[in-house]
C-alpha cells in the first residue's frame, strides 16, 4: 500500500521567508495533522543533538516549530537522544529556552534507565530500550540526513535503532558485522601474508586482532569495498556483502522494537535532508555538505519516509570537490551513498529488509507542500553595448 509522504523542497520561487524550509516544516505538520493527534500525550521528540562541535544536526529553529505544535495541539513535548549528546547540547545552541521544551537523556543519566527487550539476532540477545522513550505516549522522530560509515546512509530509521539504545546494546549491535567468520587462518600461510593483507589497506580498515594475535580484525565501518586487500588475501580475508547488510538489518530491528512501544498511529517521521556530510553526526565535527539539499520529508510510515528521500538523493551526485582527501569514490553504480561507502552498504536493500518485517512501505506518493513556482520571464533583448573608442 502507498504511503503519503509530505515534502518541503528547499527551493524558492520568491524571497520571501515563507517559502523556506521552516515555514514549510510547518505546512508538513499541519498536513500530518500533528496538533489533533497529540493531545494529552507525552511527546519524545528523537533527535540526534550532536557531539563535540557539529553544527550540522536539525537546527534549533526547526525543533522549536515542531515543540511548538504539540503545545498548541496539548501534548507535552521533550526532546531527547542519548546522554553523552544531551550532556552539552547547550554549547551547540539547544536548550530548553531555545527549544521552547525540556531535554531529557534518552537512557538515564548513566544509560541504567531502560527496559529490557529479548530479541535473538547474530550476537545481539537482548535490547535495552531508553526509559524516555518507554515513557512517552507519541513519538516524533526528527532526524538529519546525513552519510554514514557502517551503512552508507542514516536517518530516520537510524535515528531510532541506535539513538534510543544503551551503551550495551548500541555496542552489541555495531558488532553484528564480525559475527559471520571472515579471517580464516588456514589460508594465511605466515605472517608475511598477514602482514601484506593488513597494509594493503590504504584506510586501515585491517587491523590485528587484539584477541588473537594470528588473526585479523576488519573495521566495518572504514572499508569501502575498494578490494585492494582481495589482490594479495588469497582467500584468507573476505570481504562479504552479507556481514555488511547485517548492520543495516539490525538498525531495522530495533527500530522495529522501540516502534513497538507505541500504539499504532502515534508516531511521526520527519527527515531534513540538509547540508549532508559523508559521515553521521556520532563524528563530533561538520565538514562540507556531499550532496545537494533535498529539503523535508515527513510521514505516518518510516519506511517510506527513507525511500522518498533516498530517491530524492538518487537524482543528485556527490559533490566531488567538498569530500574529505581520505575518501575515494569507488563506485558510481547504485544511490551516491554507495558511491562513497562502497556497494556492500545499500540502503535501497536495508529498505527491503524493512519493509519484509513490516516496519513500512517502501510505496509512497510525494506530495509537494508549496510547489516551486518557475517564474516566466520574457526574453530580454540586450544592447550591444558601444566599442570603447
Ligand atoms: S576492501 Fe578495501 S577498504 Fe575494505 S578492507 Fe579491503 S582494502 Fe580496505
Same mark, same amino acid.
Given at each position: 500500500?502507498?504511503?503519503?509522504?509530505?515534502?518541503?523542497?528547499?527551493?524558492?520561487?520568491?524571497?520571501?521567508? #515563507? %517559502?523556506?524550509?521552516?515555514?514549510?516544516?510547518?505546512?508538513?505538520?499541519?498536513? /500530518?495533522?500533528?496538533?489533533?493527534? +497529540? &493531545? =494529552? *500525550?507525552?511527546?519524545?521528540?528523537?533527535?540526534?543533538?550532536?557531539?563535540?562541535?557539529?553544527?550540522?544536526?536539525?537546527?534549533?529553529?526547526?525543533?522549536?516549530?515542531?515543540?511548538?505544535?504539540?503545545?498548541?495541539?496539548?501534548?507535552?513535548?521533550?526532546?531527547?537522544?542519548?546522554?553523552?549528546?544531551?550532556?552539552?547540547?547547550?554549547?551547540?545552541?539547544?536548550?530548553?529556552?531555545?527549544?521552547?521544551?525540556?531535554?531529557?537523556?534518552?537512557?538515564?543519566?548513566?544509560?541504567?534507565?531502560?527496559?529490557?527487550?529479548?530479541?535473538?539476532?547474530?550476537?545481539? #540477545? %537482548?535490547?535495552?530500550?531508553?526509559?524516555?522513550?518507554?515513557?512517552?505516549?507519541? /513519538?516524533?522522530?526528527?532526524?538529519? +540526513? &546525513? =552519510? *554514514?560509515?557502517?551503512?552508507?546512509?542514516?536517518?530516520?530509521?537510524?535515528?531510532?535503532?541506535?539513538?534510543?539504545?544503551?551503551?550495551?546494546?548500541?555496542?552489541?549491535?555495531?558488532?553484528?558485522?564480525?559475527?559471520?567468520?571472515?579471517?580464516?587462518?588456514?589460508?594465511?600461510?605466515?605472517?608475511?601474508?598477514?602482514?601484506?593483507?593488513?597494509?594493503?589497506?590504504?584506510?586501515?580498515?585491517?587491523?590485528?586482532?587484539?584477541?588473537?594475535?594470528?588473526?585479523?580484525?576488519?573495521?566495518?565501518?572504514?572499508?569501502?569495498?575498494?578490494?585492494?586487500?582481495?589482490?594479495?588475501?588469497?582467500?584468507?580475508?573476505?570481504?562479504?556483502?552479507?556481514?555488511?547488510?547485517?548492520?543495516?538489518?539490525?538498525?531495522?530491528?530495533?527500530?522495529?522494537?522501540?516502534?513497538?512501544?507505541?500504539?499504532?498511529?502515534?508516531?511521526?517521521?520527519?527527515?531534513?535532508?540538509?547540508?549532508?556530510?559523508?559521515?553521521?553526526?556520532?563524528?563530533?565535527?561538520?565538514?562540507?555538505?556531499?550532496?545537494?539539499?533535498?529539503?523535508?520529508?515527513?510521514?505516518?510510515?518510516?519506511?517510506?519516509?527513507?525511500?522518498?528521500?533516498?530517491?530524492?538523493?538518487?537524482?543528485?551526485?556527490?559533490?566531488?570537490?567538498?569530500?574529505?582527501?581520505?575518501?575515494?569514490?569507488?563506485?558510481?553504480?547504485?544511490?551516491?551513498?554507495?558511491?562513497?561507502?562502497?556497494?556492500?552498504?545499500?540502503?535501497?536493500?536495508?529498505?527491503?529488509?524493512?519493509?519484509?518485517?513490516?516496519?513500512?512501505?517502501?510505496?509512497?506518493?510525494?506530495?509537494?507542500?508549496?510547489?516551486?513556482?518557475?517564474?516566466?520571464?520574457?526574453?530580454?533583448?540586450?544592447?550591444?553595448?558601444?566599442?570603447?573608442?
Amino acid at each position: 500500500m502507498s504511503s503519503k509522504v509530505f515534502w518541503g523542497s528547499p527551493r524558492q520561487t520568491q524571497l520571501d521567508h #515563507k %517559502e523556506t524550509l521552516p515555514a514549510k516544516l510547518d505546512l508538513i505538520l499541519e498536513k /500530518l495533522n500533528l496538533r489533533e493527534r +497529540v &493531545k =494529552g *500525550h507525552r511527546v519524545a521528540i528523537k533527535m540526534h543533538l550532536g557531539i563535540n562541535v557539529g553544527y550540522s544536526m536539525v537546527h534549533p529553529v526547526f525543533v522549536r516549530r515542531v515543540a511548538q505544535a504539540v503545545k498548541e495541539g496539548g501534548g507535552r513535548p521533550f526532546v531527547t537522544d542519548l546522554p553523552h549528546s544531551v550532556a552539552d547540547a547547550y554549547t551547540r545552541g539547544y536548550t530548553a529556552e531555545t527549544l521552547g521544551c525540556p531535554l531529557y537523556p534518552s537512557t538515564g543519566i548513566d544509560e541504567k534507565w531502560y527496559i529490557v527487550h529479548p530479541y535473538d539476532y547474530r550476537n545481539v #540477545k %537482548e535490547f535495552h530500550i531508553g526509559g524516555a522513550i518507554e515513557e512517552a505516549t507519541f /513519538l516524533i522522530d526528527l532526524a538529519h +540526513v &546525513k =552519510g *554514514h560509515p557502517a551503512c552508507s546512509f542514516g536517518a530516520v530509521i537510524k535515528n531510532l535503532a541506535l539513538g534510543c539504545m544503551d551503551g550495551q546494546t548500541r555496542s552489541a549491535m555495531h558488532d553484528v558485522s564480525h559475527y559471520e567468520p571472515y579471517f580464516f587462518k588456514d589460508k594465511c600461510p605466515d605472517e608475511a601474508t598477514r602482514v601484506a593483507i593488513r597494509e594493503s589497506c590504504p584506510y586501515g580498515a585491517i587491523v590485528d586482532d587484539k584477541e588473537d594475535p594470528d588473526s585479523l580484525h576488519l573495521h566495518y565501518f572504514k572499508c569501502n569495498q575498494c578490494m585492494r586487500c582481495q589482490e594479495v588475501a588469497n582467500g584468507a580475508l573476505a570481504i562479504k556483502r552479507s556481514n555488511f547488510m547485517a548492520f543495516s538489518e539490525v538498525n531495522n530491528l530495533a527500530a522495529k522494537l522501540v516502534l513497538d512501544t507505541f500504539e499504532p498511529g502515534n508516531a511521526v517521521f520527519i527527515n531534513l535532508a540538509t547540508h549532508m556530510t559523508p559521515v553521521c553526526d556520532c563524528f563530533g565535527f561538520t565538514g562540507l555538505p556531499v550532496l545537494p539539499d533535498a529539503g523535508i520529508f515527513g510521514s505516518d510510515d518510516i519506511v517510506a519516509t527513507e525511500m522518498a528521500t533516498l530517491d530524492a538523493l538518487a537524482k543528485t551526485s556527490i559533490i566531488e570537490e567538498n569530500l574529505p582527501g581520505m575518501m575515494e569514490i569507488v563506485t558510481r553504480e547504485g544511490h551516491p551513498w554507495q558511491w562513497i561507502h562502497g556497494p556492500y552498504k545499500d540502503p535501497y536493500e536495508q529498505l527491503e529488509l524493512a519493509e519484509q518485517i513490516g516496519l513500512g512501505s517502501r510505496e509512497y506518493e510525494l506530495i509537494d507542500v508549496l510547489p516551486v513556482k518557475e517564474p516566466d520571464f520574457k526574453q530580454i533583448a540586450y544592447i550591444q553595448a558601444a566599442p570603447s573608442s
